[in-house]
Each structure stands twice: as C-alpha cells, then as structure tokens.
C-alpha cells in the first residue's frame, strides 16, 4: 500500500508540474486570470500527511515551478504557505465525526459544499502570495485584486473539472455535506 500511495503522488506531481509548464503557462483568462494547476497536487494529498512532508513537497512543488516559470522564489513561498495553511482549513472543516483514516480529499467522498471551501480558501490564499510577491507594490492592489480573483476562479474551476473526471464517485462513501 505505501508503494502504491508513493507511486500515485509521484506520477500527480510529474502531472500537475508538467501540465502547468507546458500547457498553461501562456494560457491568460480575460488578460488577468492565471491558472496555477499544479496546486492540485498539494490540495489532493492525503488528509493524514505528515506536516513536515506536506511543507517540504510544497516547497518541491513551487521551487520546481520557479526554475522553469523564471520567478525566484515566489511559487515556492506561495506553495509553502498553502502546505503551512491546509492542516489549519482541514481543521476547521473537520466533520462531526472527523476525518476517516482512508479519507482523500475527493469531491464524491466530501461533497460540493465541503470541496469548494477547502479547495476556493487555499486557493485565494496561494493566488494572494504569489502576485503580492510579484508586484510588491500595494500602488496597484486593486489590479492586484482582480487578478487573485480571475486566476483564483480560473484555478478552482479546472480544479474542480479535474475532480469529476478523474476521481472515482465509486469511492465515495459519506457525503460530509
């Protein structure tokens, strides 16, 4: 099972990082929306990843995008942040009865409502990061804010779009609604 578990989070990483570099690097929504795919890899870990685990493949994931992207750091400290928020949202949406040890973060299993917190809040916050550390510059913050939005709806839609294909509703046991 462990060597399952590794080698299906190896080939996402290679997935998301691969997808974000190739294909949607050039890809601009309404001139300001960006899409930041390869955050899926972070937010589908499994819910009982360790938390050390979870920053170090943060930091891997956007130091990985930053050596391609040209961007010194930024998507590093943006993704290290969201693996330093996720336990805290997971926390706060956590079930009456918790979290089952078997639980993935998967759109079926948790349910719409759950999802779309969890996935929209971490995302606004990386998206956040990541153009404030670009611009450093709070001058043009309403522009600023308008790109978090655009690239954070962009983001949380492929998001989502990628759950129902490619997640199996099979699974699905409890609805956390």
């Known amino acids: ?3 399952s578990f590794g080698i299906k989070n190896i080939v996402q990483f290679i997935l998301f990082v691969a997808l974000q570099i190739l294909l949607l690097d050039n890809l601009v929504l309404f001139g300001t929306g960006f899409c930041f795919i390869y955050v899926a890899f972070l937010l589908f870990l499994p819910l009982g990843i360790n938390r050390v685990w979870l920053l170090v493949l ?3 994931t956007g130091f990985t995008v930053d050596m391609f992207y040209d961007t010194v750091g930024i998507h590093a400290a943006a993704s290290v942040l969201l693996a330093f928020l ?4 997971l926390n706060l949406l956590t079930p009456r009865d918790g979290y089952d040890s078997s639980d993935s ?3 079926h299993v948790m349910g719409w409502r759950w999802f779309l917190v969890y996935s929209f809040s971490l995302i606004v916050f990386h998206h956040a990061a990541v153009f404030f550390l ?3 510059n709070f001058q043009t913050a309403l522009y600023t804010l308008g790109k978090i939005l655009f690239s954070t709806f962009f983001t949380g839609i492929l998001i989502v779009i990628l759950q ?3 997640f199996s509703p099979k699974r699905a046991r409890i609805d956390y609604r």
């Open 1 to 3: 099972m462990s060597n």
């Open 58 to 60: 943060g930091f891997a």
């Open 86 to 89: 996720r336990p805290h949202v």
């Open 105 to 107: 973060v998967n759109i």
């Open 134 to 136: 670009e611009t450093i």
């Open 164 to 166: 129902l294909l490619f």
